[in-house]
């Protein structure tokens, strides 16, 4: 049975790819290679030992979608190819909107004329915005969008519903993912930003490896406990298999549904904590220093992910020590294959 991937060769996606293989499902991936690089391919088979099928291209390409769509018995699809960097998204909002959402579009257009009705979409805990109370639940209320790449989130979800329900048919289970760390445990894959990492454990594991001078934590004057900003950091092989069980519910379910489940651990760490956590586990310094606020980050958001548990059978179980050891153990691969 395929699972259609799409960005399979990004750092949640080729993740994703390997706990649906060890769920006994065969997944297909789909990436332009925008954003990632195709020694993951290599990482993936060296891991798996068999040959991975990923199909080169653009998923708003609706003329190689229906290929694939005619090509391949597909009993759902994982959507993950769309641009993340927040930042970037407020200097290239027609860029974003064409990529996120014109191709979530596409998708869902050849979903349909081929009978395919089972979709798991990327979500983000950044529909919360900056939160009223914490832990998040799924009830907490969406604020309107602070960025771009947030918006596309927001709206993505409120098309899938629209769709779902007008269809009658179509299944689909949102996932607001808190933030994705670490990497495979062989170090054999892991999160390849391109250039200069705007996230905080890439930025941490190349400086500790001496690439970059100093890490800047932006801003210690928060209203959190080191007064550094909050996140529930979840590893990413949790993440990939939050994704399974999604899968398996959507499964059992008849007609068509829109559901949504936030995806975290449930614990908030805060940026000091995680360098701090970094350096203990790996015995390795991290140079830093701190600096200004970067413009619209919250103060802290971590999740309650109960109803995940509740609804799908599904916890973060692995702890940060793992996901920062992995981080690491990637990053040296990474230079000796450099
Ligand atoms: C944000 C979004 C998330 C989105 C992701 C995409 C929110 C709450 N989260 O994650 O939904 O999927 O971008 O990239 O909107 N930090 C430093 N120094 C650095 C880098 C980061 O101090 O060099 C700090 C940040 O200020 C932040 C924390 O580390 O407090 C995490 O930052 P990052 O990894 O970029 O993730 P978010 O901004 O939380």
Redo the contacts with the bound molecule.
């Keep these: 049975m395929h699972i259609l991937v799409t960005g399979g060769a990004g750092f949640i996606g080729s993740h994703t790819a390997l706990a649906l293989q060890a769920a006994g499902y065969t997944p297909l991936l789909l990436d332009d290679f925008s954003n990632s690089n195709e020694g993951v391919l290599k990482g993936l088979e060296t891991i798996l030992n068999e040959k991975v099928t990923c199909i080169q291209g653009n998923c708003g390409d609706l003329t190689l979608l229906r290929d694939v769509f005619k090509t391949y018995s597909i009993a759902g699809v994982i959507h993950f190819a769309a641009f993340?960097?927040?930042g970037e998204s407020m200097e290239k909002p027609l860029q974003y909107y064409e990529n996120n959402i014109g191709n979530l579009l596409a998708l869902l257009r050849v979903m349909q004329e081929y009978g395919v009705h089972n979709l798991i979409f990327s979500s983000?805990?950044?529909v919360y915005g900056e939160p009223d109370s914490l832990p998040v639940t799924e009830e907490t209320p969406v604020k309107p969008a602070t960025s771009v790449?947030?918006n596309t989130k927001q709206v993505g979800e409120e098309i899938l519903r629209d769709v779902a329900r007008a269809s009658g048919q179509l299944r689909v289970c949102a996932l607001r993912?808190f933030?994705p760390v670490g990497a495979h445990p062989s170090g054999l894959i892991g999160e390849l930003p391109l250039g200069v990492?705007?996230?905080?454990?890439p930025?941490i594991t190349q400086t500790a490896a001496g690439l970059r001078p100093e890490?800047?934590?932006?801003?210690d004057d928060y209203p959190t406990l080191d007064g550094?900003?909050v996140?529930d950091f979840i590893h990413v092989m949790d993440l990939a298999e939050a994704h399974v069980a999604a899968l398996a519910n959507l499964q059992k379910r008849s007609g068509y549904s829109f559901e949504v489940f936030n995806i975290g651990t449930g614990e908030g760490s805060s940026?000091l904590e995680m360098i701090a956590l970094f350096e203990k586990v790996n015995g390795i310094k991290v140079p830093y220093r701190i600096g200004a606020r970067?413009p619209g980050?919250?103060v802290a958001?971590y999740a309650d992910a109960r109803l995940a548990e509740r609804e799908l059978g599904w916890k973060a179980r692995r702890s940060m020590e793992e996901a920062l050891r992995d981080a690491w153990k990637w990053q040296l691969n990474l230079q000796s294959i450099a």
Excluded: E, H
């Excluded at 890490?215 to 801003?219: A, K, T, Y």
């Design positions: 993340k960097a927040v983000s805990c950044t790449y947030g993912y933030n990492p705007n996230n905080l454990v930025f890490l800047v934590v932006f801003g550094s900003c996140r940026v970067r980050d919250v958001v």
